[in-house]
């Protein structure tokens, strides 16, 4: 068995009347990397920010269980926050320098933690710029603003200013999405490289991506613990239907439809009209099965859907003429 | 069908009317000022316009160097005594306060803005002149005319800026995103440091531009420092000097002296100096607020 170094124990986070974590027990191992997998919305997001508690931020949200973090409950009143945030460093989805040189955004933390002396800096700078592979890029140019830097270079001065506190966790939210394949390729190369000496947490609704770097795996679904194990053995052996269908992306078909309408024969603007209103009478999460057979519809009912903050879960071809359009209701 | 078409065409033309309304007489205000001023821009140099002290109307010796200096020294004194107290109230109302108290204060501070200036002349006459003359002064070892005084001007000025910058202030600190916050936060930063050193940060540009709003509002500002500043042509030397601002001097004699040669057209030309430097400076400040706003800065 390895070590533990999050343990997650009853984790229930309702936003606002919506129950977005529920009753989630789950440790996450030392110095491995974890994906935690899900669609989004699945509150994926929300699990990192309890764990560094940047819940705290968001008005109008309850949560209660335990994250003991080094013997630590991280929700504890008596818990000093800032220590627990310079222990777990985050990496987010969109690369966010901050408004200063690229110097400056690595120096930031270790600044702000008291490090005055110039040297220490410039040693942490660049040993920190080393590690994310940016030394050689940047070294001449360490004083122009950070936002001037390409967004893939931009994300890997996001990961060397959070190793610059000396974290011993780094979690990533799908750290990755925003950026083209070269460079996503680049951190995932990096996170490999630091597994040995951090433990790793990383949100992806990439499962190839979860495949290529995890050690262990968690898959929420719809704020549920699915399941969670070792990355060989959920992969390749789920125990879980649900687990099984995701890793397959047949998810969406084997999905359980709440709703069926049938829309042939309707042109445009009423098809999609006539989905809204089907879409209104169900429950936030059910799910609406459409059958169209107007081409337009097939693009247009799918773009209004996603306009309106629902998610298409598929649409695919189901005769000559019609067509299976599942939509997922959100807001 | 047709009646719509021709009130959507109408009503767009008209619209585009009112605009180029709006602007035309803005250029024809400054138009006019210049050439009603260009007789004394023709006859005196113009640095001995700007940089004279003498102001002799009769001897023909029209030095605006005291006036333009008595409006520097209020409007900096009070963007000074504003900068601070705005700066600091907009971040405890944006930062700190709950939305409940922020709601209940901003329509506050608002209006705040839409008080008469008189009133606020008024104010400085009842209440700030004579404590800078029984209190501020004597404490200080300072002499003034019966309390009538720079300070007093930019006392009372700096109030009648507040309400700018801690809107404009509040709206670009507000516009910083959360994720920012959430770097600095992630990073074991506490809020302050995150507010000082990234919020504030991302959001100079904005409060620049807050400030030279406010600035621009206290140079063009006349009744209520014409009412406490003293209005004496003299060059100050300290904020305890009374000081002849620009617009003081406009209200006070347009229209008085006019049988003197030029003395119209010298007046016109301190207001041409006016509005000038109001609309460059609100200029400035409105294309950095758009740039803020299109997410450019
Ligand atoms: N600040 C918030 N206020 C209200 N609801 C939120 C907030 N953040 C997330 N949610 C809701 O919580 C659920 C989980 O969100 P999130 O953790 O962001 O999911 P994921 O990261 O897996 O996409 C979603 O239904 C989302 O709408
Ligand atoms: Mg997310």
Redesign the pocket.
Known sequence: MTETQISIQNLNVT??G?H?LKNISVEIPKKQITAII??????????L?CMNRLIDM?D??TFSGKIIIDNEDVFDKKTDIINIRKKLGLLAQKPTPLPMSIYENVAFGPRIHGVKKKLVLDETVQKCLAITGLWEEVKDRLNSPASQLSIGQQQRLCLARGLAVEPEIILC?EPTSALDPVSSQHIEQQLLKLRKDYTIVI?T?NIHQAMRLADYVIH?YL?ELVEHGPANDVFENPKEERTRAYINGTMFSDLKIDKEVDLKGNICPYNFVLAKQALHELSKGKVLKLVVDDPLAVTEVPRGMEADGHKVMSVKQINKTDWEVVIQK?E | MNTRRLKDVLSSRLMLAATVFAFLLLFFMAAGLFFRASPILITVPISDLLFSIEWSPFSGKFGFYPFIMGTLWVTVLATVIAIPVSLLSSIYLSEYASNGLREMVMPLVDLLAGIPSVVYGLFGVLAVVPFINDTLAPAMGAETIGGYSILAGGIVLSIMVFPIIISVTGEVMRRVSGELREVSLSLGATKWQTIKHVVLRKARPGIIAAIVLGFSRAFGETMAVLMVVGNVAKVPSSIFDPAYPLPALIANTYGEMMSIDLYDSAILLAALILLLVVLICNVIARIILVRIERGII
């Open positions: 936003y606002n919506n977005a899900g669609p989004s919305g699945c509150g994926k997001s929300t699990m920010k968001t109008n949200v939210d949100v609704h929420l704020g959100k």
